[in-house]
């Protein structure tokens, strides 16, 4: 596991209380993008996967925004993309 | 930077659906944005693409606009709808339709 991904990781597990999360680097499917200057080996794109209480009642975009906020010095820094699944306990998810 | 945020601003305002993304609508630049066409190209919707990667201080205006921080993102009659993740939620759990419909924008509809 990169630093980057170590850093999500930490921040989810102690900032949200999740019952379920995955942060997944997706970086390799991403290789030769942007003229190659990323070449799948790096900590560029991210997939984070969040079930927590804190999200029951939060519109989709207000969820996204607390994770957005609570990961904004990583998508400042070195974090290309950030795909988003945030769900609440009640709610069914496929993974 | 309030030159940026007016240009923003009248796209939003003047065009009833505006995806900023990265490339055009006829080639995309970017995976994400790429679901976006493809989900309202589907639809049968009208929309103004705009590329953020044509101009930098629009790429970095649009992240402060609306206060999120990656693009594409999806405007309905002036109102931040969502980027790419939540414009797939809500197309899969069938809700983006009705979010078009009752803003008053024709969805000419493949389905």
Redesign the interface.
């Known amino acids: 596991m990169g630093p980057l991904e170590e850093r999500i990781t930490r921040k989810i597990q102690e900032q949200l209380s999740p019952t379920r999360f995955e942060v997944i680097n997706e970086s390799h499917l ?1 290789a030769g ?1 942007q003229g190659g200057a990323m070449d799948g080996t790096g900590e560029t794109h991210f997939r984070v996967r969040v079930i927590a209480a804190s999200f029951t009642g939060m519109s ?2 207000d969820r ?2 607390a994770l ?1 906020e609570l990961l ?1 010095d990583e ?1 400042a820094g070195g974090v290309h ?5 945030p769900a609440a306990p009640s709610e069914n998810v496929r993974w | 930077m309030s030159g940026i945020k007016d240009f923003i601003d009248q796209e939003v305002k003047a065009n009833d659906v505006v995806l900023f993304m990265k490339g055009t609508p006829g080639f995309p630049q ?3 944005s790429g679901q976006v066409v493809q989900i309202l190209d589907y639809l049968g919707v009208d929309y103004k693409g705009v590329n953020v990667l044509a101009d930098d201080e629009i790429r970095q205006g649009i992240k402060e606009y609306s ?4 693009v594409p993102q999806l405007y309905v009659k002036g109102e ?7 414009v797939r ?2 197309f899969q759990a069938g809700e983006l339709q009705g979010h078009f419909e009752e803003k008053g924008v024709s969805v000419k509809g493949a389905a």
């Open positions: 991403h993008h989709r975009v996204h925004r957005n904004a998508l993309a950030l795909a988003l699944e | 970017c995976g994400f206060n999120w921080p990656t931040f709808v969502g980027g790419c993740d939540i939620e809500m």
